[in-house]
């Protein structure tokens, strides 16, 4: 006796993931422009790199539990959990050098965070997205799609 077909995995955690990646990635671009800014002599961007900063602490924690997601009910990879909890550490030493005015440390440790992102962000979008169920009782295909006037049409008998 054959056991009954697994049920498709669901395709919201891959979906929430692409979401906060792509999030952290725009976030990060923020952070590295506001940066520049400051350096620049805008001293009053200093306190946006502070409040992106901590946006961005954010979001790494939700993406962290969003990676949990794409790995046990998603029935996805685990490098994503192990990435970003490795990004979110070095976004905790990031923010400590930040105010401890360790710049050598805050910059090279941005320019790997970045870095980090862009893997994250290039990595969720390679990730194929699992295929829909069909639903047969709505007449529509496994896209949503219903079927094309004109078409071929069916008689039950």
């Known amino acids: 006796m054959s056991s009954p077909p697994a ?10 993931l692409r979401i906060s990646t792509a999030t952290l990635a725009l976030l990060s671009l923020l952070q590295v422009m506001l940066a520049g800014s400051f350096l620049n002599g805008t001293y009053e961007s200093l306190k946006d790199h502070e409040g992106t900063a901590m946006t961005i602490g954010t979001v790494v924690v939700l ?28 976004v905790v030493g990031q923010i400590a050098a930040g105010y401890g005015r360790a710049i050598g440390v805050h910059v090279t440790l ?3 965070i970045v870095s980090g992102v ?13 295929a829909r169920a069909a639903l047969p009782e709505s007449g529509a295909d496994g896209n949503g799609r219903l079927p094309r006037p004109g078409g071929p049409v069916e008689v039950s008998r």
Not at 118 to 130: H, M, S, T
């Open 110 to 112: 941005g320019v790997l």
């Open 7 to 16: 049920a498709a995995a669901p395709r919201w955690p891959l979906i929430l």
């Open 63 to 90: 993406q962290l539990a969003v990676a949990a997601l794409v790995w046990r009910p998603g029935r996805g990879p685990l490098w994503p959990l192990w990435t970003t909890a490795v990004l979110a550490v070095a």
């Open 118 to 130: 862009l893997f994250g962000l290039v990595g969720a979008w390679r990730l194929p997205l699992p």
